[in-house]
């Protein structure tokens, strides 16, 4: 009788993965399977050959026996080793199924499985040729050392040490002390402009159109909405502008 074989992992802390029953649950109603649950630990990074559980699995497993994958992660650490473990099975004639991918692998023939195992050496890395040995170190000179020159070592100069120079110190200048520069006056404060003068200067170009057509001060006061007085004693004050006004205007 045919044997058949579910192959589930636990999660990474070591407790059954409820994704992988769920999923293995549904496959089984689906196609009236009652498999034997192989539960191993969670070893994705480690070849199929490492995981105890499942290297023991396939070795059990005969010619139509079948055996569940949740996915095809699950079969091993990259594509050539995942590939390797699908021409194995093949080989075997076991029936395969990835539940992920919703495949059925079920009487591929001789030539299917050579390809198969085809693909598994076409995807492993290349072992590199181990080259030439690297040389030898270069040799040292081999020789009597160069002779060191005998002799008494070359002598100093000794001396006396040069005189400081000793003299009279610098006179120092008698006499008036320098006069103090006395201080100037301070700045003069810049002089404060109201607005309404600033406003004058502003505007005294209209104010002299309107004195030459003879508008009153009075007028161009209210028409330029200014004080009376205070304009008319600028106007009286500027040197050009008095000579414009006439009297009582």
């Known amino acids: 009788m045919s044997k058949i074989v579910a192959y589930v992992t636990k999660n990474r802390i070591g407790k059954p993965d409820e994704k992988q029953r769920a999923a293995l649950a549904a496959h089984m109603t689906a196609h009236q399977l009652k498999p034997e649950i192989i539960e191993d630990a969670y070893s994705k990074k480690k070849p199929w050959k490492k995981r105890a559980a499942l290297a023991a699995a396939v070795e059990a497993l005969k010619s139509g026996d079948t055996i569940i994958f949740p996915g095809k992660e699950y079969l091993g650490l990259d594509a050539q080793d995942r590939i390797a473990l699908l021409a194995e099975l093949l080989k075997k004639k076991v029936i395969v199924h990835l539940i992920a991918e919703g495949i059925i ?145």
């Open 105 to 249: 692998l079920k009487g591929i023939s001789e030539e299917g499985t050579t390809l198969f195992s085809l693909f598994a050496l076409l995807l492993a890395p290349e072992k590199k040729s181990p080259g030439r040995k690297p040389g030898r170190p270069a040799k040292k000179k081999r020789g009597r050392p160069a002779k060191k020159k005998r002799g008494r070592p070359a002598k100093k100069k000794v001396g006396r040490p040069p005189k400081n120079k000793v003299g009279r110190p610098p006179k120092r200048k008698v006499g008036r002390p320098k006069a103090k520069k006395k201080p100037g006056r301070p700045p003069a404060r810049k002089k404060r402009v109201s607005s309404l003068q600033g406003r004058f200067k502003k505007e005294i170009l209209t104010i002299r159109k309107y004195l030459v057509n003879r508008f009153s001060v009075k007028t161009i006061a209210e028409m330029l909405e200014m004080p009376y007085q205070p304009l008319r004693a600028l106007i009286k004050k500027h040197p050009t502008l008095k000579e414009l006004v006439k009297k009582g205007r």
